[in-house]
């Protein structure tokens, strides 16, 4: 069976302090793989997604950047966090190239950057 | 721009009602819909996948129906217990199957 793994699940970070987050997909192949972003108040916003090794969508303007070393690893950086990037972020991933696949999703990782 | 709005943002009903969460979309243009359940601190997880040329889903005690060309869906949840006190969110793929736009969610709670 498939498992998505997200790490770590909490994180405090200074302004200006660099970050990365982490994702891995097991049990599948060419996952398509996106995290979202969760501001407290405000709804689930997209801010990347990948079709394929080192294949990334932007799809919001900002400081954070997001890679695609292997498969079935996908991760969120920034190099100098600002206090606005704080809220619960979610890595998830679908089946790649089906048009009727659900959406799964990590367990999340609370940032909170003070 | 696809935009997602899910009415009502919070609702609060004693255990055993039957209730009825809403989800609109502004382009109808769509491959499905899914509704997502989201505990507190915690990931979503999908409950319910409508295809466009479907009508409904069911699920246990759930039911989602799909008018694709009115651009609404709705979720029924039959004689609530407390544990499906969450917040219920909807979404629809921007284009194709995906990614996804997701609307704010309905924070439901059930009381005993």
Do not use: M
């Not at chain 1, 200006?16 to 398509?32: A, D, H, I, K, R």
């Not at chain 2, 502004?26 to 319910?48: C, E, H, M, V």
């Amino acid at each position: 069976s498939q498992t998505i793994h997200q790490w770590p699940a909490t994180l405090v970070q200074p302004v200006g302090s660099p970050l990365s987050l982490e994702c891995t997909v097991e049990g599948t192949s060419n996952p398509n793989l996106y995290w979202y972003r969760q501001a407290a108040g405000r709804g689930l916003q997209l801010l990347f997604y990948s079709v394929g090794i080192g294949q990334i969508s932007s799809e919001v303007p900002q400081n954070l950047s997001a890679s695609r070393p292997q498969d079935r690893q996908f991760i969120l950086s920034s190099k100098k966090l600002l206090l606005s990037d704080s809220g619960f972020y979610l890595c998830a991933w679908s089946v790649r190239g089906a048009t009727n696949e659900k959406l799964f999703f990590g367990s999340g990782t609370q940032l909170s950057v003070l | 721009k696809q935009e997602v709005t899910q009415i009502p943002a919070a609702l609060s009903v004693p255990e055993g009602e039957n209730l009825v969460l809403n989800c609109s979309f502004t382009d109808s243009a769509i491959y499905n819909l899914q509704w997502f359940r989201q505990d507190p601190g915690k990931g979503l997880t999908s409950l319910l996948l409508i295809q466009s040329s479907q009508r409904e889903q069911t699920s246990g005690r759930l039911n989602a129906s799909l008018d694709k060309s009115s651009g609404r869906s709705t979720l029924y949840i039959a004689a609530s217990q407390p544990g499906d006190s969450a917040t219920y969110l909807c979404a629809v793929p921007v284009s194709g199957n995906t990614p996804l736009v997701f609307g704010k969610g309905t924070r439901l709670s059930v009381i005993a």
